[in-house]
């Protein structure tokens, strides 16, 4: 009996871990090798069209090397795209990180009313879909329907504070979320021994609370800052609003406008293997960065 | 054994899933030829997309009618992103097999090989239709593309009540228009005569059809690009200018702040088309009966020129297996006496066809103070020229929206953002390697 089970035993070792790992695989190349293996396809590909590109076969899919990514890379578009990505998300990351924090640290202090409340109304926007709540500001920001009176808000100066000030209403909440549930797991032996040493709560929150914090920060950041790389709805939803904001805005605007505004799919792929490149680098640029710091000592 | 079963199982589903997925090309040539020489078993079932308000009623009275072939109208978005889905699916193999089609989309429809010709079965429509119309839907060509459903002719509207408060009368000439805005502008800063919109590249296109420009032509085997015509570049100029002296306003059409504007009775003029009473209507409701139609005010003093904004035609797709059966429907949609009367009262639509233009005859209800409303747009009607469509619209239209855009912002040089639509779309189609002429 024992043997028999023994050999069993033997023989499922063989097999089992290709079981257990069978479902993530399939679903891994079903629904992320698959799609990208054709991304980046569909970006060595390009329409070649012959004379007046009317009537049956007058338009083939050709190979097209490395073109589309030349062209995407050369694109001054798409860097003034970044370089306008990057001044929002200095702007977000900042101002909503900030926020979060100092929020988080506020209802984690010992005496805080109506906490409850309070968290749930800071966390609420984040509730709130973002075609929504750029629509709701949006109408806020135009000068003749504005209850704020007729500031330019949406005009070529102040258009990225506006969609920054989107982005940041909307998301603070989560952020703190993420910030408080990790205060409330520091024990609190922690405060009573400082408090004996006599700090004050601002000390607290400054050289032990927040110090804590930082794996948490860095993860945020990190979020963060891929959801800034990405900022697609704010822009587009703002657009038709004010002339202030162009097709090409951020580079996934760009990649949507090459796709389904001009119907060249295969730059729109291109430039899509370049953004995800280029976010790649980014987030794993900074956990590389802070890594050491953030992790070395534990 | 149970571990391999699983497995096999496993394998099996994912090549199913692979091969279904991988499929949708393989079939295609064989389809359509199958669909067209085998008698359908039950009804023929087709599948129309379009913005028209009301069509699933019109579908329904053509299903009761006609048991043998049922349409079902699936209601879109309208306007780019309409086509972008057509034209995406399409070239995912699984298009309607009827779709609304604007003017100036078909040809790139025509590009994309994503339309039928319909020259066989639409002989007899031909007749039902202007020259100038049908043009449209022939793109110059042998092949028809699609039977035209309505026509956006240009004309002027304009606030009567608004005109009389100060004291201008309706402009015949653009020099007129000016000068009329500087006048309302001066007696009230807040009140502009009218507003340039950089976000509506069809306006702009008709207002340049008004000044005679061509901004494709086909010569040969070969496109001649010239969005950058010296009409085309008059049009900007004068309205660049206005807006640089600040007496026509840069708020895009169709946005909430020129609803209220309108409403408000802070514009008193809206160049635009035959369909805008719809428009007025939904966005102003405050202005009925104020506001009224004269022609488009003319570049020189006797001239009568207009040109379009707008209209869409029905197209039938490349790969539909029941092309037929689709092209019946689109003919009998946008000429059947019984169709064209539905068009108008539940579509609020202007038909294309002669014989639907002289079916309009009651004003409509926001214009009841003019009841020569629909005598008046079928006499501008006949002045309106249009202009041949390129196959990359899509790529003038939005260069358009980016160029004027940062020009209205930045009250620069409208001739300039006009020079980066001929770029733009010169580059577009040196690229893809249409053959261009000089």
Not at chain 1, 177 to 185: H, I, S
Not at chain 2, 75 to 103: C, H, I, R, S, W
Not at chain 2, 114 to 143: H, N, R, S
């Amino acid at each position: 009996m024992t043997s028999r089970k023994k050999g069993v035993r033997v023989h499922r070792a063989g097999a089992a871990p290709y079981l257990f790992l069978a479902p993530a695989m399939a679903l891994f190349a079903l629904f992320m090798a698959l799609p990208i293996g054709y991304t980046i396809y569909l970006s060595l590909r390009r329409t070649k069209v012959s004379g007046l590109g009317l009537g049956k076969g007058a338009r083939r899919e050709v190979f097209a090397g490395l073109a589309n990514y030349a062209a995407a890379v050369g694109d001054g578009e798409l860097w003034a795209g970044w370089l306008r990505v990057l001044a929002y998300g200095a702007l977000v990351l900042v101002l909503m990180l900030g926020l979060a924090l100092v929020f988080a640290l506020m209802l984690d202090a010992a005496h805080v009313r109506l906490a409850r409340l309070t968290r749930i109304s800071i966390f609420l926007p984040y509730a709130v879909p973002g075609v929504a709540a750029t629509l709701m500001w949006g109408f806020l920001y135009l000068p003749s329907l504005s209850p704020f009176g007729e500031h330019p808000f949406l005009s070529a100066g102040l258009v990225t504070f506006s969609m920054a000030n989107v982005a940041v209403w909307g998301g603070t909440g989560f952020n703190m979320l993420v910030l408080y549930t990790n205060l409330r797991a520091v024990p609190r032996e922690y405060y009573e021994a400082a408090r004996i040493d006599g700090a004050s709560e601002l000390g607290i929150a400054l050289r032990i609370k927040i110090p804590i914090l930082v794996p948490s920060i860095i993860l945020t950041t990190v979020f963060s800052v891929i959801a800034t790389v990405q900022v697609f709805t704010e822009p587009t939803t703002l657009r038709p609003l004010t002339n202030t904001i162009s097709s090409t805005w951020s580079p996934l605007m760009k990649v949507y406008r090459d796709a389904f505004v001009t119907g060249d799919l295969y730059s729109a792929a291109a430039t899509s293997m370049v953004i995800a490149g280029i976010s790649l680098v980014l987030s794993f640029g900074f956990l590389r960065v802070v890594k050491n710091r953030a992790f070395g000592e534990s | 054994m149970r571990v391999n079963r699983l497995a096999v199982a496993a394998v099996a589903i994912l090549t199913a899933t692979l091969s279904t997925a991988c499929s949708g090309g393989s079939d295609e040539p064989s389809s359509p030829a199958a669909g067209q020489s085998a008698a359908p078993a039950g009804p023929v079932k087709l599948t129309y997309w379009t913005w028209v308000p009301n069509m699933d009623k019109i579908a329904t009275a053509w299903n009761q009618a006609h048991p043998d072939i049922q349409v079902t109208v699936s209601k879109q978005a309208g306007g780019d992103d309409a086509a972008a889905k057509f034209l995406t699916a399409a070239k995912a193999g699984n298009p309607p097999d009827l779709v609304q089609a604007e003017y100036q989309m078909l040809p790139s429809f025509v590009a994309a090989d994503a339309v039928a010709d319909l020259k066989a079965e639409t002989a007899q429509a031909k007749a039902e239709f202007g020259e100038g119309i049908w043009g449209l839907v022939t793109l110059g060509t042998d092949a028809v593309y699609a039977v035209p459903q309505d026509s956006g002719p240009m004309m002027l509207y304009y606030r009567k009540d608004l005109f009389e408060k100060y004291g201008i009368e309706v402009p015949k000439t653009w020099d007129e228009y000016a000068e009329a805005a500087r006048t309302v502008h001066k007696k009230d800063p807040k009140v502009f005569l009218g507003t340039f919109s950089s976000k509506d590249p069809g306006w702009f296109a008709g207002l340049s059809q008004q000044a005679g420009a061509q901004w494709w032509s086909i010569s040969g085997d070969a496109w001649k690009v010239s969005v950058n015509d010296e009409a085309t570049k008059k049009v900007a100029s004068y309205w660049g200018g206005l807006v640089k002296e600040g007496v026509i306003d840069g708020m895009p059409y169709f946005t909430p702040e020129w609803n209220k504007a309108l409403n408000d009775g802070r514009l008193l003029t809206w160049p635009s088309a035959v369909w805008g009473p719809g428009v007025l209507s939904a966005n102003a409701p405050k202005g009925k009966d104020k506001w009224a139609v004269a022609p488009l005010p003319q570049w020189n003093a006797g001239e009568n020129h207009s040109g379009f904004w707008g209209g869409s035609s029905t197209a039938v797709a490349a790969k539909s297996p029941n092309k037929a059966a689709a092209a019946k429907f689109a003919t009998w949609l946008n000429t059947d006496p019984q169709a064209l009367g539905l068009l108008i009262k539940e579509g609020a639509i202007y038909p294309a066809s002669v014989k639907g233009g002289a079916l309009m005859t009651e004003a409509p209800d926001y214009f009841s103070s003019q009841p020569d409303f629909w005598q008046q747009a079928a006499s501008i009607g006949a002045t309106a020229r249009g202009f041949t469509f390129g196959p990359n619209v899509n790529v003038t239209y939005n260069a358009y929206r980016d160029a004027f855009d940062k020009a209205v912002a930045a009250k620069s040089d409208f001739a300039g953002a006009v020079q980066t639509m001929q770029d733009a779309t010169v580059a577009d189609m040196q690229k893809s390697g249409f053959t261009l002429a000089q």
